[in-house]
């Protein structure tokens, strides 16, 4: 069982930066892969980025290629999101989830377990 608690979310303005983490409970996290989606008003959950167990491999949605950066610390049983260059169409719901696994998943499908979720809004 993995409990995940997102923070680091908040009010910036266009072209501003923030760093969402996830702290995961339990004793395997580095057994986890991890990723980040997000969900916009009125629109579906979508894939943002992801990162393997290892932190060896990401992925990211083309839209936040090259802004976005996922990374992990297996020590501090934490994911990270720094989001760089941010725009309105970025503003959403920013949610951490965490499966048994050591492969990169993008599919929001194969996450079992995921957290309460933290705004971010980005004003234009």
């Known amino acids: 069982q993995v409990q995940l608690g997102e923070s680091g979310g908040g009010l910036v303005q266009a072209g501003g930066s923030l760093r969402l983490s996830c702290a995961a409970s339990g004793r395997t996290f580095s057994a986890y892969a991890m990723g980040w989606f997000r969900q916009a008003p009125g629109k579906e959950r979508e894939f943002v980025a992801a990162?393997?167990?290892?932190?060896?491999?990401?992925a990211y949605a083309d839209s936040v290629k090259g802004r976005f950066t996922i990374s992990r610390d297996n020590a501090k049983n934490t994911v990270y999101l720094q989001m760089n260059s941010l725009e309105p169409e970025d503003t959403a719901v920013y949610y951490c989830?965490?499966?048994?696994?050591?492969?990169?998943?993008?599919?929001?499908?194969?996450?079992?377990?995921w957290g309460q979720g933290t705004q971010v809004t980005v004003s234009s």
């Open positions: 990162i393997s167990w290892s932190g060896g491999s990401t």
């Open positions: 989830a965490a499966r048994s696994s050591m492969l990169v998943l993008t599919d929001l499908r194969s996450y079992n377990y």
